[in-house]
Nanobody, 116 residues
Framework: QMQPVESGGGLVQAGGSLRLSCKLP????????ISWYRQAPGKQQRELVA????????SYADSVRGRFTMSRNVDNYTYYVQMDSLKPEDTAVYYC?????????WGQGTQVTVSS
């Protein structure tokens, strides 16, 4: 399987936390920068967090900086995003993909719903 597998989404109250996981094929994990993206209903897909230089540096969108933290585990080829202080506007389907994104690199995503 060449697509990532995202998991960890769910329903949470505003102010709560979730940790999303992105399980990648080994070759994708080892040879690409990875980003987290999200798409809210009726809105464009947005890149939230991006690694650069094979994980040596991470950048965050203004909307999530200080609340989201990206990490990875090289033993199981998985990237994570810890999401704290969640807001209703964080409600979306969250995806991971390479950076830049590959058209065939999208998984099913994981739904995050934040209630007010």
């Amino acid at each position: 399987q060449m697509q990532p597998v995202e998991s960890g989404g769910g329903l949470v109250q505003a102010g709560g936390s979730l940790r999303l996981s992105c399980k990648l094929p080994r070759i994708t994990f080892m040879h690409n920068d990875i980003s987290w993206y999200r798409q809210a209903p009726g809105k464009q897909q947005r890149e939230l967090v991006a690694t650069h230089t094979r994980g040596g540096r991470t950048s965050y969108a203004d909307s999530v900086r200080g609340r989201f933290t990206m990490s990875r585990n090289v033993d199981n080829y998985t990237y994570y995003v810890q999401m704290d202080s969640l807001k209703p506007e964080d409600t979306a389907v969250y995806y991971c993909n390479t950076n830049p994104a590959r058209r065939n690199g999208w998984g099913q995503g994981t739904q995050v719903t934040v209630s007010s």
